[in-house]
């Protein structure tokens, strides 16, 4: 059992930035595909960032490309995601999630098996 727990979030204007960090358990973390999804109200949970265990290889939406960056830091069982140059798009509930069986950086979310409960970004315009 794997649990995430993320931190980080807040409030921020238009044009700011945050880093969110998720404390993961589990002595095999670096092992871990990692990802960043992201939700509001009446939509779909929708990728963000993924990073590998080795954190060499990642992949972000389009829709953030460029103003966000994953990063991990195993000895500490922890991922990040700093997000600058924010949007009011960007308001949304994060979560970190976890794939202990992936290789392949990969976008899908079912395929991850553990959740974080949320941390809840917004931006102001």
């Known amino acids: 059992q794997v649990q995430l727990v993320e931190s980080g979030g807040g409030l921020v204007q238009a044009g700011g930035s945050l880093r969110l960090s998720c404390a993961a358990s589990?002595?095999?973390?670096?092992?871990?595909?990692m990802g960043w999804f992201r939700q509001t109200p009446g939509k779909e949970r929708e990728f963000v960032a993924a990073i590998s265990g080795t954190g060499g290889s990642t992949r972000y939406a389009e829709s953030v490309k460029g103003r966000v960056t994953i990063s991990r830091d195993n000895a500490k069982n922890t991922v990040y995601l700093q997000m600058n140059s924010l949007k009011p798009d960007d308001t949304a509930v994060y979560y970190c999630?976890?794939?202990?069986?992936?290789?392949?950086?990969?976008?899908?979310?079912?395929?991850?098996?553990?959740w974080g409960q949320g941390t809840q970004v917004t931006v102001s315009s």
């Open positions: 999630a976890a794939d202990p069986h992936s290789i392949v950086v990969h976008i899908s979310r079912g395929e991850y098996d553990y």
């Open positions: 589990g002595r095999t973390f670096s092992t871990y595909l």
